[in-house]
């Protein structure tokens, strides 16, 4: 439970435009990184970074929302049954 909260907190607690630099810019860093060809060339295109930072930020909020749905729910019933079932 702590990795999905470390990821939540991790992706909420920083801005998308944030993300897209942080994906689009940061793998350059690393040398090792280029001699990978196939994990190069998704990483140096940008709509490819955007939509990994954009997929990745809206998992995070999605699994924001499922995970306090079934905290409450687990609450209310005393049992994992969501209420939508």
Do not use: D
Request: proline share 8%.
């Amino acid at each position: 439970m702590w990795l999905v909260r470390g990821y939540i907190t991790l992706f909420t607690g920083t801005p998308l435009l944030v993300q897209i630099f942080l994906i689009y810019y940061g793998p350059g860093q690393f040398p090792t990184l280029q001699e990978y060809p196939a994990l190069w060339h998704l990483l140096s295109e940008p709509w490819l970074c955007a939509l990994i930072a954009l997929s990745l930020n809206s998992a995070a909020y999605t699994t924001q929302l499922f995970t306090v749905q079934f905290v409450r729910s687990r609450k209310v019933s005393g049992s994992p049954v969501a209420p939508w079932e």
